[in-house]
């Protein structure tokens, strides 16, 4: 994948945003120059953002929400998963970072088989779906938004922090945008 993106920025502007922060997206990109790598890069859904190698833009969800809110929404989500039974539970449930909260029942230090146990098993159950719908009820009118993430994880943001929050950076250097992901869904 990396190859060919850097083949296809011989030919447009070629943008990568991911939700992980940098240091992730340059593990799965092999590469610590990740940001030199591509026209622009935004980690963090762009609250990180880089254009051609020098950041552009930072945001952060604690100055955003507060301490109290980001409380309420950790406390309420360790409870939630200290009641579920799962075919496996590992370490770092809750993964702070500058754009999010990142919510794992099964943990993110799960192995590989573990990962996909849990994403057959919440295939099955819909454990993030039940789940992200308690959060939406408990949090109703918290201007968050929370959304399923990946294999194993729901990702909490204020309200416009998605992947879209990217645009902005990019909307007058781009009349057309493209956007490939792993897995996209209708937002509302």
């Known amino acids: 994948m990396a190859r060919f993106m850097e083949d296809l920025k011989s030919q447009v502007k070629v943008a990568l945003v991911g939700g992980s922060d940098l240091v992730k997206i340059a593990e799965q990109l092999g590469g610590d120059d990740v940001i030199h790598k591509f026209d622009y890069v935004f980690a963090e859904n762009g609250l990180v953002a880089y254009k051609e190698g020098q950041q552009i833009g930072q945001q952060n969800i604690l100055k955003h929400m507060g301490e109290e809110v980001l409380q309420k929404v950790i406390n309420f989500?360790?409870?939630?998963?200290?009641?579920?039974?799962?075919?496996a539970k590992r370490g770092t449930f809750i993964e702070f970072r500058s754009s999010m909260i990142n919510i794992c029942p099964v943990g993110r230090s799960c192995s590989q088989a573990e990962r996909d146990a849990f994403a057959a098993y919440d295939q099955e159950h819909q454990v993030r779906?039940?789940?992200?719908?308690?959060?939406?009820?408990?949090?109703?009118?918290?201007?968050?938004?929370?959304?399923?993430?990946?294999?194993?994880?729901?990702?909490?943001?204020?309200?416009?922090?998605?992947?879209?929050?990217?645009?902005?950076f990019m909307e007058n250097d781009v009349d057309t945008i493209h956007f490939f992901g792993d897995k996209t869904e209708k937002t509302v």
């Open 77 to 87: 989500s360790l409870h939630y998963m200290s009641q579920l039974t799962l075919p």
């Open 129 to 168: 779906e039940k789940f992200k719908l308690a959060l939406e009820k408990e949090f109703q009118g918290a201007g968050l938004q929370f959304a399923i993430g990946g294999q194993i994880s729901i990702d909490v943001f204020p309200e416009g922090w998605n992947k879209t929050y990217c645009l902005r």
